[in-house]
């Protein structure tokens, strides 16, 4: 993904690097409950290789980075204004960490849950 070269060498940046960040981001962020799989062949490979990245899918072509976060929220709370803060959470934590702008993140509701009231 994102190559630079030092005096000492090279650096190079897995997408897998930048979903563990995104997921991170995304489990700190308000009303967030989980994270889902985005189909049922993830799910499954998930659950057999236990990848920290789980829902999150990231793309670069050379240039762009885009970055999609399937979620679960909470119900009661304001979806359009969790999948916002998500989306500002994670293109923050992810350019901090990079040094490189995200073109865009997108937010792919996946449920609701209900939190138990005890």
């Not at 981001?25 to 499954?44: C, H």
């Not at 865009?104 to 609701?112: D, F, K, Q, S």
């Given at each position: 993904?994102?190559?630079?070269?030092?005096?000492?060498?090279?650096?190079?940046?897995?997408?897998?690097?930048?979903?563990?960040?995104?997921?991170?981001?995304?489990?700190?962020?308000?009303?967030?409950?989980?994270?889902?799989?985005?189909?049922?062949?993830?799910?499954?490979?998930?659950?057999?290789?236990?990848?920290?990245?789980?829902?999150?899918?990231?793309?670069?072509?050379?240039?762009?980075?885009?970055?999609?976060?399937?979620?679960?929220?909470?119900?009661?709370?304001?979806?359009?204004?969790?999948a916002d803060s998500v989306a500002?959470?994670?293109?923050f934590h992810v350019e901090k960490?990079?040094?490189?702008?995200?073109?865009?993140?997108?937010?792919?509701?996946?449920?609701?849950?209900?939190?138990?009231?005890?």
């Amino acid at each position: 993904m994102g190559e630079e070269t030092t005096s000492v060498g090279g650096i190079h940046i897995s997408p897998n690097a930048v979903a563990t960040i995104a997921y991170h981001a995304t489990l700190q962020s308000y009303g967030v409950v989980g994270l889902a799989p985005k189909n049922l062949a993830e799910n499954l490979a998930q659950t057999i290789t236990h990848e920290p990245a789980r829902g999150v899918s990231v793309r670069y072509d050379g240039e762009n980075i885009d970055i999609d976060i399937y979620v679960i929220v909470e119900y009661g709370t304001r979806i359009t204004t969790v999948a916002d803060s998500v989306a500002d959470t994670v293109k923050f934590h992810v350019e901090k960490a990079l040094g490189m702008a995200v073109h865009e993140v997108n937010i792919h509701v996946a449920g609701l849950r209900v939190s138990s009231s005890d």
